[in-house]
């Protein structure tokens, strides 16, 4: 099936791209979400994440498991570079159509999520890892990816998702510790379980 997914999505298919929306469009807004803190700037970059996915699908392998890693690691690029993917979304809607209406994952993001004060609290402990530590911590513990989906989104070695979550782990817990408030509440960070994915 993922196989099949990917061949469609390698050759153009929309329907192919309407069920990688469908499938996938939730978890990438929620990590746009998380890297930006900001609903308005979450659901544009969402946006220009599958527009930018149409844009590279000629990348994707005709082998392997889930495109959710690929389409993160867009989101990524598309957080860090917002001027230049503008430039293309704006340059990709004179050429194609205009995605369907976004659906509104507000009330569902804010049962799952915490609040933009929570997302602006973790966010500013996480501003003060290095880009690469904050990469890791954010695709492995918030979006769940294993390490081989981590790696593919980041386009790195397993080995290097592996010990940049360890070391970062490290760093974040000290730096909470730090970021503890007067009142004694701690920051409300995610842990990380040891295959990557998220401890709820």
Request: aromatic share 6%.
């Amino acid at each position: 099936m993922q196989s099949s997914i990917r061949i469609r999505v390698r050759a153009g298919d929309e329907a192919a791209f309407g069920v990688l929306f469908a499938e996938h469009g939730r978890a990438v807004y929620n990590h746009c979400f998380r890297l930006t803190g900001d609903w308005s700037t979450a659901e544009d970059c969402t946006s220009v994440v599958f527009l930018e996915a149409w844009r590279l699908r000629a990348k994707v392998a005709p082998e392997g498991g889930s495109l959710l890693p690929w389409l993160l690691g867009i989101a990524h690029r598309v957080v860090h570079r917002p001027r230049r993917a503008a430039a293309r979304h704006r340059a990709l809607l004179e050429r194609i159509p205009e995605p369907g209406p976004l659906p509104d994952f507000a009330d569902e993001v804010v049962g799952r999520l915490a609040d933009q004060e929570r997302i602006a609290a973790v966010r500013a402990v996480l501003r003060r890892l290095s880009r690469a530590d904050r990469e890791v911590i954010q695709l492995c513990v918030w979006a769940g990816l294993d390490y081989p989906g981590a790696a593919e989104a980041l386009g790195v070695p397993v080995g290097t998702v592996r010990s940049r979550l360890s070391r970062a782990r490290r760093r974040l817990q000290r730096l909470v510790e730090e970021a503890e408030p007067a009142d004694g509440r701690r920051v409300p960070l995610p842990v990380a379980r040891a295959d990557g994915g998220e401890r709820r």
